[in-house]
């Protein structure tokens, strides 16, 4: 009960209601509240004739009243005219529940007892007085009896007590002699209630006591609450009771209201009888308001589950990101020291290189220093014979030791710069472009079986994904059985959300199932549907059963390009003198199928052929000379001849009609597999296509069992 708490208290104070009245809003407000709100109207404001209060203002005279209103929206609370008799001196006060109230113009009661003297005691209510609805904000202009004329809410009253008491402490024995014990039962006989020292004593089960009913306390409180209830009087006629209901103002009336009232001419029921149609009504909308709290509860619920699987997903996916960006550290850790071993080899290589050269160059520089010192000394002797024995030989050595001092031995052999240069640009683009992606394949798409249907040999079907997926998907794939319980084979792969696939068999039930594909994968198959498609002729081994049978047209996209359409499709004609070929946009395989063409035109003996054909049938030639048509050529017909196709896949044949005759027994037998009508016509011929035909009545079709025999 703690949830309607808030339906119990005023908007203005915000308590408990106390002494509730009902607005002609169907709003409620305590009549304390209610005084310390109204407000004053000029004179001049004043409507012509003013109107009651609480005398059984209908909605509709609400409507006029409500033009009449102080309160403006885009205000947040109570204005007033400039030149009121008791404007107010002091800004206004707030409630708790947010409505502003203007200090009282009257003087009030005490407070602490929130009651209203009789009405002889109060002070008069200004002329012309309004009141406007703290929570829908319209006015209303009172009449000469002032807050009297709204009605109380004894009912709102009633349930305030009711909650305050089932709020209150526990009930005492009322037999106790000092301190009253909590007591353990009630008797509704004495309307006492006892403990169980007090009910031994002075209630025991015997004697003409043991017929008294004993219940709870809780129980007996509320027996207590549903005594007979108080009568209600009229608010215009204080002395009558209420006993008839207005329905077109919606008030309880009494007879003098009837008889002197505005409600003499208004259609009025009893008010016991009222009453209880009402708490009908009511009780049926609380179904299904319960109905809509339930769900809402299991709603919460879900929920509350949803909060604790995010808070679970959330930490599970927090530590697989900490692990996926540890990887990463790791990985570049160790690209790092693959990369330094490389800097420690290139670093190590120019060092050597460059020692060597130093001590190469170290060695000959040694020698050249000692050739040169040997050869000062030898110019330094004055023996010129011994001098030109050696001189030639020293001159040699020389230019030797000069020439081996030659263009690029002074030059280093390695460059003090390393050629090395990290890369490091798109790798740091790939960091900065490191984002969460899509990781889950798409979840399983919904059929829309408003969409999904049926024509002929025709299924068409439409999904969608589910309304809460977030997940990117890139397309889907459609899938369907054989008509005969086989397995299932693709038969789209694409981004659209609606296929129709033709060609189908008549007369098979079609299981269709629809799964949606990303990057990371295929996601799970959407609820199975199964559809059935046509049937045709009449049903298998039963001549007196006759189903429904197929409908179909010339297909221009499979036809020469030298035939005419019109008609929708259902004439057709030729602007060539050759055999052109044409087929009907629906294929047979089983069943039992009957159509007719008739002859519009047909001049100069022109050769046309009727019959059906296999899809990959040649188009430039007469139907028949493949071996992919059976047909029927020109056997006598004439402008107006209608020729009749009757092909049975029970007994595999073919029959051909001209004008409702039979031409031979049976014109072609053997045959399985698919079919379309077809037909070759030439410039000279004009045929319109009939389908939708029943089975001729001089024909009994019939399905082969397994040892041959047709049923």
Known sequence: MDEMEEELKCPVCGSFFREPIILPCSHN??????????????????????????????DYDYLDLDKMSLYSEADSGYGSYGGFVSAPTTPCQKSPNGVRVFPPTVPQPPPQHHLLPQPSSLPQIPRNSCITCPQCHRSLILDERGLRGFPKNRVLEGVVDRYQQSKAAALKCQLCEKSPKEASVMCEQCDVFYCDPCRLRCHPPRGPLAKHRLVPPAQGRISRRTSPRKISTCTEHELENLSMYCVQCKTPVCYQCLEEGKHGTHEVKALGAMWKLHKGQLSQALTGLSDRASEAKEFLVQLRNMVQHIQENGVEFEACLVAQCDALIDALNRRKAQLLSRVNKEHEHKLKVVRDQISHCTVKLRQTTGLMEYCLEVIKENDPSGFLQISDALIRRVHMTESQWGKGTLT??????????????PLLQTIHQLDF???????APMLQLEECCTQNNSATLSWKQPPLSTITVEGYILELDDGNGGPFREVYVGTETICTVDGLHFNSKYKARVKAFNASGVG??????????????HSPCDIQSIGTVAWFTFDPASAHPDIIFSNDNLTVSCNSYDDRVVMGNSAFSRGVHYWEMTIDRYDNHPDPAFGIARGDVLKDVMLGKDDKAWAMTDGGISKGATIGMLLDFSRRILIFLINDEQQGPVAFEGLEGVYYPAISLNRNVQVTLHTGLPIPDFYTPGEADPNGSVC
Do not use: H, W
Request: proline letters at 6%.
């Open 524 to 537: 799970q198959y959407s609820k199975t549907l199964i559809m059935q498609t046509s049937e045709t002729g």
């Open 437 to 443: 992606v899509q990781l889950k394949v798409p979840a």
């Open 412 to 425: 280093p052999r390695m460059n003090s710069d390393f050629d090395l240069t990290l890369d490091s640009g």
């Open 29 to 58: 407000i305590c009549q304390a509240c209610a005084r310390n709100i109204l407000v004053q109207t000029p004179d001049a404001e004043s409507p012509q004739s003013s109107r009651a209060s609480g005398s059984g203002v209908s």
